[in-house]
């Protein structure tokens, strides 16, 4: 298994761009190196984000920012062939073709201003997905130094076999929150546990804040005292009660905030007594455990 220190948080660059808070090139740089600061050295991308622009966007700022290319890690995805952007896609559709992934990741690094990725995942299963034709491309890109490691997301544990069969697997970046659970009751963590795959959860704080339903309420209403108690922000506990799982998932933050970001950092350093971790996964079902 591939070797590769990532943060303990990762931060996510969906919305840096186009799609949310349209960071100039400097605020790119500054961004950067604030997240640095604090300890976050992980930034995760996909060509999508911003509708194909992102990755440049970042790229710039990158090249701004002075920091070293091996002081930092790039995570992207590929696969998704969108409507928006610069596609003249008349379906969204997924394409896991051998130039197609070659040519995305390649574009990736020009965008990102790069030699290499860290880490290349494929964004989302195809059912016409081929695992000898994607490790074809993943072996080339690997021998030619462009990808460190390859990964998965959003692929379930018979999907991930599949892939497997053929090729070296890192991670898998699925949804996982206090909201969304699923996979630690499907089978998904324990098999990432099994066979040494590494998790990482995207929307890592669930819709406990975005969305009014009696799950969101009860939650809520239990971070109160769990605030007061740890002294620490919601959004902190609720990455420190993902990061309790003894997989070791790391989340994928996607926060545009340097200062949350910063304040996020702090679920390094708590460890929520066994009660109150349950006491989360308690309300959020809306009864006991069994």
Known sequence: MMDITLS????????????????????????????ISFGITTFDHAD???????????????????????????????????????????????DYSKEYIITSAENSLKFLQTDYLDILLLHRPSPLMHPDEIAEAIEKLKNEGKIKAF??????????????????????????SATAYQPMLDGSLDYMLTNNIKPMAWSPIGSVFKEENNQT???????????????????????????????????????????RLKNQMKAT????????????????????VP
């Open 217 to 259: 309420q009860r939650l809520r209403m239990l971070l109160l005292e769990m605030v007061e108690k740890y002294e620490v922000a919601a959004d902190v506990i609720l990455l420190a009660w993902i990061m309790q799982h003894p997989a070791g998932i790391v989340p994928v933050s996607g926060s545009c905030s340097a200062e």
């Open 8 to 35: 303990p948080i990762i931060a996510g660059a969906m919305n840096w761009g186009e799609w949310h808070a349209k960071l100039s090139t400097a605020q790119m740089a500054d961004m950067i190196n604030q997240c």
């Open 48 to 94: 999508i984000y911003g509708g194909y622009t992102t990755e440049a966007d970042f790229g710039r700022g990158f090249a701004q920012s002075g920091v070293t290319r091996e002081d930092i890690q790039l995570i992207s995805k590929c696969g998704i062939q969108h409507t928006l952007g610069n596609r003249s896609n008349k379906v969204k559709h997924y």
């Open 269 to 288: 350093e708590i460890r929520l007594e066994l009660m109150d971790w349950f006491a989360i996964w308690t309300e959020s079902m809306g009864n006991k």
């Open 151 to 176: 990964g998965l997301s959003n692929f379930t544990n018979s999907q991930t076999d599949l892939i497997r069969s053929r090729t070296e697997v890192y991670c898998n970046q699925i949804e996982f």
